[in-house]
């Protein structure tokens, strides 16, 4: 396994986040890893390193607050979701193009990392973006068997939480990850609003206007998006042209796999059927802007 290169980035006054950098021999693009909400990097090394087999220059990083990209303790730190994609995001995309202006740079986005791309300033520099079980978060739209769960964390525990404790505990909770309580408490009003984060920042026209080619990969038995959530999420990037799909986990000849599950080392046997295909028609001449 390739040990990755470490990068500190400075994307704002006092804000500093750590990214991981692998090299492939041949490169025939960049990808950035764009990880979920509380999500480290460090869960996607083993799909990084095996995307840089590929032929790939990859970059993961960690939103600050989250995995290395922590300087002080969560209490002391001060950060909203805007500012991962405003600051942060953007930060990566500028280190992508800036080192490797010949290569194309595809978005690789799981959950959250997907969602925020109409908000990144620099998006346009992206030439496709593939998101991985990416949907709205309207608590309503979820499963029927997380609503009274969604119902409570929005409303009951995290209004009193995190005064409490300056941040959302949630690694203790088994909710999400421990989250800086800006990002959280932005987070709980994009839930809670029908049109999750589009409506809540009044981002429609935003959204609407970002070009980059998308293909929406999604999971029949994802276990926090339903289709409504994925259909409505990706219906705001209205300009974009767009290829969706749904896989089953019969369909690649496995038991389950998830929302998060997929990039696990143990389902490395099927990523080459379940991404291989769809990196390489990302990277067609046809789908590539100029």
């Not at 620099?122 to 496709?128: D, E, I, P």
Request: charged residues 15%; aromatic residues 14%; contains cysteine.
């Amino acid at each position: 396994m390739q040990q990755p290169k470490r990068i500190t980035l400075h994307t704002a006054p006092q804000r500093d986040i750590v990214a991981h950098q692998w090299q492939a021999e041949t490169p025939r693009a960049v990808i950035i890893m764009a990880p979920a909400m509380a999500v480290p990097q460090a869960y996607y090394q083993y799909f990084c390193n095996w995307l840089a087999a590929q032929g790939f220059h990859v970059i993961s990083f960690d939103y600050y607050g989250i995995g290395a990209s922590i300087d002080k303790p969560l209490s002391q730190l001060s950060t909203s979701i805007t500012d991962w994609a405003t600051y942060d995001a953007a930060a990566i995309i500028d280190y992508a193009t800036s080192n490797y202006p010949q290569l194309p740079l595809l978005w690789f986005a799981h959950s959250i990392g997907g969602q925020l791309f109409g908000m990144i300033p620099n998006h346009s520099a992206v030439q496709h973006m593939i998101t991985v079980a990416t949907g709205t978060g309207f608590w309503k739209d979820t499963k029927p068997q997380l609503k009274y769960k969604s119902w409570l964390l929005w409303r009951a525990i995290t209004p009193w939480l995190i005064p409490l404790r300056g941040y959302f505990p949630g690694r203790a909770l088994g909710i999400v990850g421990n989250v800086p309580a800006k990002a959280m408490q932005q987070w709980r009003r994009w839930c809670l609003h029908p049109d999750y984060l589009v409506g809540a920042e009044n981002l429609y026209q935003r959204y609407a206007e970002v070009k980059t080619p998308i293909t929406s990969l999604a999971f029949s038995d994802d276990e926090l998006l339903t289709e409504r959530n994925i259909t409505a999420m990706h219906n705001f990037y209205k300009t974009a042209v767009q290829q969706r799909h749904v896989i089953t986990p019969e369909q690649i000849g496995t038991r389950r796999i998830g929302h998060f599950s997929v990039f696990r080392p143990c389902y490395q046997a099927y990523w080459p059927e379940l991404f291989q295909q769809h990196i390489e028609k990302a990277l067609a001449p046809s789908t590539l802007r100029s």
